[in-house]
């Protein structure tokens, strides 16, 4: 004969450690912490654009990415777009492209861009932009960009302050390299040059 027996076992719930847990928590957010930071220092920088002087390449209140490796490792280019701390005022950031690099001669001359005796090459910008001289780089006057330093001029050129006004920057202010926009999303680009 078959005898069925039912038994039910009861066992004790395993004793939650809340202080293990809260301790869990708070080494991930130390850590989450100190990776953004760390990140945040070497590698990248979120920035809001402010103000129309890189207009129509960025525009007011776009959010962007600035990466800060390559400028480490490699010198700016002409055309490159660029992040960098005012020669005048070093708490501010300005946002600029590379218009000329040391030991090029710039000459602004009949709205154009000269560099080395050849127009700068310019596709960002419509053809009727006409660039005009500032109080440091003026018209009609060669300037010869010194060691370390750039030529770092506005895609506005109506409406920026840049090397034609405060001179030369040099490489120790640069801080990164506009790398994308990704704010709002229906802007969301990488940055070319």
């Known amino acids: 004969m078959f005898t069925a027996t039912n038994t039910t076992k009861i066992t004790n719930m395993p004793k939650i450690n809340i202080i293990k847990i809260l301790l869990d928590f ?8 100190a990776v953004f930071f760390l990140i945040y220092i070497f590698v ?3 920035l809001i654009v402010t103000g129309d002087s890189m207009d129509p390449t960025f ?14 490792v490699e010198n700016p280019k002409p055309g490159q777009v660029v992040v960098f701390k005012h020669p005048l005022n070093q708490n501010r950031l ?28 310019e596709p960002y910008l419509g053809a009727d932009i006409i660039t005009k001289g500032g109080r ?14 750039y030529v770092l001029i506005g895609d506005n050129r109506e409406e920026s302050s840049d090397s034609r006004d405060f001179g030369p920057v040099s490489k120790d202010l640069i801080i990164g390299k506009a790398l994308l926009v990704y704010y709002p999303l229906t802007h969301f680009r990488v940055v070319l040059r």
């Not at 525009?59 to 480490?72: R, T």
Request: without cysteine; hydrophobic residues 45%; aromatic residues 6%.
């Open 26 to 33: 708070f080494e991930m957010v130390f850590v989450g912490t």
């Open 136 to 149: 440091y780089i003026i018209d009609g006057v060669s300037f010869k960009v010194p060691k370390n330093s």
């Open 94 to 121: 300005l946002i600029k492209r590379v218009g000329a690099v040391e030991d090029d001669i710039i000459l602004i001359s009949n709205g154009k861009i000269l560099v080395n005796g050849k127009t700068l090459d």
């Open 59 to 72: 525009k007011d209140g776009e959010q962007i990415l600035a990466e800060k490796v390559s400028v480490k």
């Open 44 to 46: 990248g920088q979120l």
